[in-house]
């Protein structure tokens, strides 16, 4: 069989102001906390790629990945990162 290692990485921007930056600025990034999930998957068959959807605060996206994948069985091995981001202007 085969190991296929997908990562996901979501960068949820939500948290941050509406900004509006014209000419020079100065701009604070704050990570606000980190989840991270790992899940594996054992897969009998042939398969060739997988469809991934992610939703994060009600927006989604999809993603559709090639797999290298045996006749017998493949294990597929999820791991995912949601790091919320606040982005800041700072007044000097």
């Known amino acids: 069989?085969?190991?296929n290692v997908i990562r996901i990485f979501i960068i949820?921007?939500?948290s941050s102001e509406s900004l509006l930056l014209?000419?020079?600025f100065?701009?604070?990034i704050r990570c606000l906390n980190i989840t991270s999930q790992t899940r594996n998957y054992n897969i009998t068959g042939?398969?060739?790629?997988?469809?991934v959807r992610a939703t994060v605060d009600g927006d989604a996206g999809t993603v559709i990945l090639s797999l290298s994948g045996g006749d017998s069985f493949t294990?597929?091995?999820l791991e995912i990162l949601v790091c919320n981001?606040?982005?800041e202007e700072v007044n000097v």
């Open 85 to 87: 981001v606040k982005l």
């Open 22 to 24: 014209t000419g020079g």
């Open 46 to 51: 042939a398969v060739c790629s997988a469809t």
């Open 75 to 77: 294990i597929v091995r």
């Open 12 to 14: 949820n921007l939500n």
């Open 1 to 3: 069989g085969q190991v």
């Open 26 to 28: 100065r701009l604070r």
